[in-house]
């Protein structure tokens, strides 16, 4: 997908969402019409926690297309700012709690999940998958990973690639660096280099809104040092979180934040985004939403920035899944669901991961569809079908959020800390504590 596709996009729906609330369509078929009450329109109400720069554009990407196929919909934004759904997840078990369930909301596919489905939150949505023939059309991959207990409980929307480092091309050739450390050494050497030409080495904040950037970077170091076979041992039961690679891993990940240059300033991730783009920072540990920051900027692939997958890590493809739900009582079941079908579609789909540097989660995507892609996303597609898939920890996959709230716990005090030993203890009582 070109620049100029991506911004007519994301500027055609970001003027229907300025308002607070836009219409959409509901299904694939645009021959589905879903009204309220006496045949008014009907109200669908969608939570997320997309509000910053490319996600933002997504969403309203997503709308656009749902406006061309159903007008009779009132699109609710209910979008919770906070990075990696912090706040939203927390506004959103408020509502549960109190029986006032949006028609719909995001989710992350995997254990984030479980805690809703343990809960008897969520409509097993089998009935769709059957009927619209996901568990055939969407990646089998994908599928196994997310099911619980048999079932089907969110439809996917996109496939994000988590262990990426992201490179300003200028600034890393003016220090003499790569843009592509193969290995944690070789990028923390990179990082003392940058230091020394007075640039930032790493765009990072590790605010207690923004921890989550943080935990974000561990699991990538986790991830270099247990391989991809390591690290989905760590989440079962008798995981070895006190084992030397751990250790290796956080004290890389003391070094690699003491050449940060103020990561105590509240910075959203899209903003550190920004800094790498402009040449303020040199590197950036991000999912692949990042790359629609620099697109939306104007910057161009392998001239401005670069991308590979995280120091250390070229065998793994560590994935997050966003997807939406069907709340037992949402107000408006019908429009939830028709909301549903169209982002397990192929124009959902594309009309939203074109925009925000995801894939899509369907198992086959053919030689026309991928030329509606920009060239970060073929790359992102062939790693998918040929690097081993295993699941993030800060997006939701691996760990329920007990567990993620725990980590956090301890990932605050090192930031005050910065005592490796101290949060591998940490890190070993919580999965003694969370582990199923």
Same mark, same amino acid.
């Given at each position: 997908?070109?620049?100029?596709?991506?911004?007519?996009?994301?500027?055609?729906?970001?003027?229907?969402?300025?308002?607070?609330?836009?219409?959409?369509?509901?299904?694939?078929?645009?021959?589905?019409?879903?009204?309220?009450?006496?045949?008014?329109?009907?109200?669908?109400?969608?939570?997320?926690?997309?509000?910053?720069?490319?996600?933002?554009?997504?969403?309203?990407?997503?709308?656009?297309?749902?406006?061309?196929?159903?007008?009779?919909?009132?699109?609710?934004? +209910?979008?919770?700012?906070?990075?990696?759904?912090?706040?939203?997840?927390?506004?959103?078990?408020?509502?549960?709690?109190?029986?006032?369930?949006?028609?719909?909301?995001?989710?992350?596919?995997?254990?984030?999940?479980?805690?809703?489905?343990?809960?008897?939150?969520?409509?097993?949505?089998?009935?769709?998958?059957?009927?619209?023939?996901?568990?055939?059309?969407?990646?089998?991959?994908?599928?196994?990973?997310?099911?619980?207990?048999?079932?089907?409980?969110?439809?996917?929307?996109?496939?994000?690639?988590?262990?990426?480092?992201?490179?300003?091309?200028?600034?890393?050739?003016?220090?003499?660096?790569?843009?592509?450390?193969?290995?944690?050494?070789?990028?923390?050497?990179?990082?003392?280099?940058?230091?020394?030409?007075?640039?930032?080495?790493?765009?990072?904040?590790?605010?207690?809104?923004?921890?989550?950037?943080?935990?974000?970077?561990?699991?990538?170091?986790?991830?270099?040092?247990?391989?991809?076979?390591?690290?989905?041992?760590?989440?079962?039961?008798?995981?070895?979180?006190?084992?030397?690679?751990?250790?290796?891993?956080?004290?890389?990940?003391?070094?690699?934040?003491?050449?940060?240059?103020?990561?105590?300033?509240?910075?959203?991730?899209?903003?550190?985004?920004?800094?790498?783009?402009?040449?303020?920072?040199?590197?950036?540990?991000?999912?692949?939403?990042?790359?629609?920051?620099?697109?939306?900027?104007?910057?161009?692939?392998?001239?401005?920035?670069?991308?590979?997958?995280?120091?250390?890590?070229?065998?793994?493809?560590?994935?997050?899944?966003?997807?939406?739900?069907?709340?037992?009582?949402?107000?408006?079941?019908?429009?939830?669901?028709?909301?549903?079908?169209?982002?397990?579609?192929?124009?959902?789909?594309?009309?939203?991961?074109?925009?925000?540097?995801?894939?899509?989660? +369907?198992?086959?995507?053919?030689?026309?569809?991928?030329?509606?892609?920009?060239?970060?996303?073929?790359?992102?597609?062939?790693?998918?079908?040929?690097?081993?898939?295993?699941?993030?920890?800060?997006?939701?996959?691996?760990?329920?959020?007990?567990?993620?709230?725990?980590?956090?716990?301890?990932?605050?005090?090192?930031?005050?800390?910065?005592?490796?030993?101290?949060?591998?203890?940490?890190?070993?009582?919580?999965?003694?504590?969370?582990?199923?």
């Amino acid at each position: 997908m070109s620049i100029s596709r991506r911004a007519v996009l994301a500027t055609a729906g970001l003027a229907g969402l300025s308002a607070g609330t836009a219409l959409l369509s509901g299904c694939a078929s645009s021959s589905t019409s879903v009204t309220g009450p006496s045949g008014t329109p009907a109200s669908l109400e969608v939570f997320s926690w997309w509000t910053e720069g490319g996600e933002a554009a997504a969403l309203a990407s997503l709308v656009s297309e749902f406006h061309v196929h159903n007008p009779h919909i009132d699109f609710v934004n +209910r979008a919770v700012a906070g990075g990696a759904g912090a706040n939203a997840k927390a506004e959103l078990a408020r509502r549960l709690k109190a029986g006032n369930p949006p028609d719909t909301f995001q989710g992350q596919a995997g254990a984030m999940l479980d805690d809703y489905v343990d809960a008897g939150q969520l409509e097993d949505l089998g009935f769709l998958y059957q009927q619209q023939g996901w568990d055939k059309l969407l990646s089998p991959t994908l599928l196994q990973l997310t099911q619980r207990g048999g079932k089907q409980w969110s439809v996917p929307l996109d496939i994000h690639h988590i262990n990426l480092i992201w490179a300003n091309r200028r600034v890393c050739e003016r220090a003499g660096v790569p843009t592509a450390p193969a290995s944690v050494a070789d990028f923390v050497s990179a990082l003392h280099k940058v230091a020394a030409t007075g640039k930032n080495p790493l765009a990072i904040s590790v605010t207690p809104n923004e921890i989550w950037q943080l935990k974000h970077l561990m699991e990538c170091l986790l991830l270099a040092e247990l391989g991809s076979a390591g690290w989905p041992a760590l989440w079962r039961r008798g995981g070895d979180w006190g084992s030397p690679q751990v250790t290796a891993a956080l004290e890389a990940l003391r070094e690699i934040l003491s050449l940060a240059v103020n990561p105590t300033a509240e910075v959203t991730w899209n903003q550190a985004s920004a800094m790498v783009g402009n040449g303020s920072a040199a590197y950036q540990i991000m999912g692949d939403w990042t790359e629609a920051t620099f697109t939306l900027a104007g910057l161009s692939p392998h001239r401005d920035y670069a991308w590979a997958t995280a120091p250390g890590t070229s065998e793994a493809f560590l994935f997050a899944s966003d997807c939406f739900t069907l709340p037992k009582g949402a107000k408006d079941r019908e429009a939830a669901i028709a909301w549903l079908v169209e982002c397990g579609s192929q124009a959902g789909q594309d009309s939203f991961t074109t925009v925000k540097g995801a894939i899509p989660p +369907r198992a086959v995507i053919g030689s026309t569809e991928r030329g509606l892609f920009d060239l970060y996303s073929n790359w992102s597609m062939v790693e998918w079908t040929t690097k081993q898939v295993v699941g993030s920890l800060t997006h939701g996959v691996v760990a329920r959020a007990a567990w993620n709230n725990a980590i956090d716990s301890a990932l605050n005090s090192f930031v005050t800390n910065r005592d490796p030993a101290r949060l591998q203890t940490a890190l070993e009582a919580a999965a003694r504590q969370y582990a199923a």
